[in-house]
């Protein structure tokens, strides 16, 4: 009956280290939270991202003024009335 406890202090040791030390302890646990957050962290930006390409799309198929606008600013376009005064660099 003497290798009774002893063996019992043997096993609960092996699960221990198991559970502390093992492919699915608690260190792999705690790694793994913190890979989630930081996924959770990109698909939230990702998320905002989409949400402004969206409104942009959205602007460029319903009102002219956003493709107006970058059409001045990333062409050059200029209405057939308006006059263009274009400055030099200052000496």
Known sequence: ???????????????QAQLWLG???????????GELKALEARNEQAREHNARLLAEVRDLREG???LEERARVELGMVQPDEIVVQFGPRR
Do not use: I, N, T, Y
Request: neutral net charge; charged residues 15%; aromatic residues 4%.
């Open 1 to 15: 009956m003497r290798w009774l406890p002893a063996s019992l202090a043997g096993l609960l040791l092996l699960v």
């Open 23 to 33: 492919d699915s302890g608690m260190a792999q646990q705690v790694r793994l939270q």
């Open 64 to 66: 002219l003024e956003l």
